[in-house]
């Protein structure tokens, strides 16, 4: 029998307060111990935790890389992975190492595998897949069960890899065949942290609308932070508290969070339907914790799943330089032009695999682009250059060529005629390997619920 | 006055690779209500160059807070993007006059 099972078997219903210990939204990166250990003092009934994201940019998914690095990646595993198995309960872990595809899951659960045998646990493990064959989306792009969000042409053919966001069909299912613990690829941030309330019997629109929050752990405190958050639930609603008592959720804080990184304030959307936020409540409790109740959630007809894939570009080179000098800066606009055609003239870019060239000027127009200049001019600016290439040597040949010409460019009333760049590093071009955009981030509409058990297929180890 | 002055949060984040949201959230009803009033389309798209058709700004009072969601320029982390996470495109309304 599982955790989950044991805890299903004894389970009352949904009048009983169940307890979630979100463990962290970004697994890997460092969990605050002491405000977890508080959480796992507390007796929580499921620990769940997000690994991953989209924000990171397409070099995760694309090359298959954890933005973590494996030994905090390690140390944080091993800290959910015993309290979990100590308390006998069910241990989520969604969209692991980053992107959630096939290596990036590999990855995690070897790591995994590892911190068990150090520990001398045993339990069964759950591992989901998410990656989505390019074959799948090509059929649905054909038969219009493809659509975009926001601006963004598909290129399915040059997708190097795609994944799915699973939503919480995948993970019941991995509870349902006896996991104890699941490592999940690609999955909705909300998935890990509502299943097993949902599954137990609470009313889905609160469940989702407590995951949607708890993904973050406290940062949906004043102050927010990264450490364990822990959610109540009971009824139709639940009560959210930072295990960091220097953390107080609030009504306002916990109401803005709701519409944190989201383009809908209203409706978070998932594959088996939207929880609509209309009608939500947020009342204190006290002075750090908070009941919210009113969430209510509606069935999809058909599931949609939403999908992201990375497409390879070349390699990238950058290169970096600071400047002082007032008559560079004033000139600046004209010079790195010039610079950009010199540059061209030296490295012809072949017609069928062009080079680029980016320059951002840090102190001028390096993060946005101002309707108008400053009044006072910046007395130092730093000048970033990406070229990214068909191959490593053209990129590093052309960031070179670019500094080179930087630093001994010629400009009416130069004075500083030993060299325009105060180079802060040497080498001054860095090589900052492949590069990858993002070739889809689109729904996937799907015709039959079967067709989820295919996309996410649930695998058992006995470990 | 400008809005720096008045929100008590000013915070850009991506909303999925293609499209940014700003939420703009404020201390009471007055600031809310004024706030409001000036974070118009117009006003947004203008600091953005953008066109008024690709900006939506929504009023969520249950959080005192104005949601504006508009385009990035290039989707996340292509090359040439400034801001992969683009949590610092909030800036350009600052200085906004409310």
């Known amino acids: ?463 | 006055m400008v809005l720096s002055e008045l929100a008590c949060v000013v915070r850009s984040k991506n909303a999925g690779p293609t499209l940014l949201t700003i939420d703009v959230l404020f201390a009471d009803e007055a600031t809310f209500a004024r706030g409001s009033v000036a974070l118009t389309a117009e006003a947004v798209a203008e600091r953005y160059g953008h066109a008024v058709e690709n900006i939506q700004v929504i009023a969520v009072p249950a959080a005192r807070a104005v949601k504006i969601v508009l385009p990035r320029a290039v989707p996340a982390g292509t090359p040439g993007d400034r801001d992969v996470y683009g949590a610092q495109q909030h800036a350009l309304l600052l200085e906004l006059a409310v």
Request: net charge negative; with cysteine; aromatic share 6%.
């Open chain 1, 1 to 463: 029998m599982s955790a989950f099972a044991r805890l299903a078997a004894r389970w009352p219903g949904p009048d009983a307060p169940l307890r979630v210990l979100a463990a962290s939204g970004q697994l890997g990166l460092g969990i605050p111990q002491m405000a977890f250990q508080a959480g796992v003092a507390r007796k929580p009934h499921v620990i769940a935790a997000d690994m991953g994201s989209i924000d990171p940019g397409p070099v995760y998914l694309g090359s298959g890389k954890m933005a973590a690095s494996p030994s905090m990646a390690r140390r944080d595993l091993a800290l959910v992975l015993r309290a979990a198995r100590e308390l006998d309960v069910p241990l989520l872990i969604g969209s692991a190492g980053t992107a959630g595809g096939a290596s990036h899951l590999a990855t995690v659960e070897s790591l995994l595998r590892s911190v068990a045998a150090e520990l001398g646990l045993n339990f069964c493990l759950a591992t989901i897949g998410a990656d989505v064959p390019q074959s799948m989306v090509q059929a649905a792009e054909k038969e219009g069960r493809l659509t975009p969000i926001g601006p963004m042409e598909p290129d399915i053919d040059c997708s190097v890899a795609i994944v799915g966001q699973m939503g919480q069909w995948a993970f019941a299912k991995a509870l349902d065949s006896g996991a104890d613990v699941i490592l999940a690829g690609r999955a909705c941030d909300t998935a890990p942290f509502a299943v097993v309330p949902v599954l137990l019997g609470y009313p889905k629109g609160p469940s989702v609308h407590m995951a949607k929050i708890l993904e973050c752990t406290s940062l949906c405190c004043d102050p927010g932070g990264r450490d364990a958050m822990m959610a109540t639930l009971k009824g139709d609603g639940f009560t959210l508290e930072s295990m960091n008592p220097a953390r107080a959720a609030t009504p306002m804080s916990v109401a803005a969070h709701a519409l944190y990184e989201q383009a809908d304030p209203t409706r978070v959307f998932e594959p088996e339907g939207h929880v609509d936020l209309s009608e939500a409540t947020y009342q204190a409790v006290d002075a750090r914790r908070v009941h919210v109740q009113g969430a209510v959630w509606h069935d999809a007809a058909s599931p949609s799943v939403k999908i992201e894939g990375a497409r390879f570009l070349g390699h990238r080179v950058v290169m970096m330089a600071g400047i002082a000098d007032p008559g560079f800066i004033a000139a600046s606009d004209d010079i790195l032009s010039g610079v950009r055609d010199a540059v061209a003239d030296l490295i012809p870019s072949e017609p069928d695999a062009p080079w680029q060239l980016f320059f951002r000027r840090y102190g001028i127009d390096g993060v946005l682009d101002w309707p108008t200049p400053p009044v006072t001019p910046p007395r130092e600016v730093f000048i970033l250059g990406e070229c990214v290439a068909p191959d490593t040597e053209t990129a590093r040949a052309v960031a070179a060529a670019a500094r080179q010409q930087l630093l001994h460019w010629g400009f009416p009333g130069r004075l500083c005629t030993g060299g325009n760049l105060a180079i802060p590093v040497t080498p001054p071009e860095l090589d900052a390997g492949p590069a990858y955009a993002f070739s889809l981030y689109h729904i996937l509409q799907l015709d039959t619920w079967e067709a989820l058990d295919a996309l996410f297929p649930v695998t058992l180890h006995d470990i």
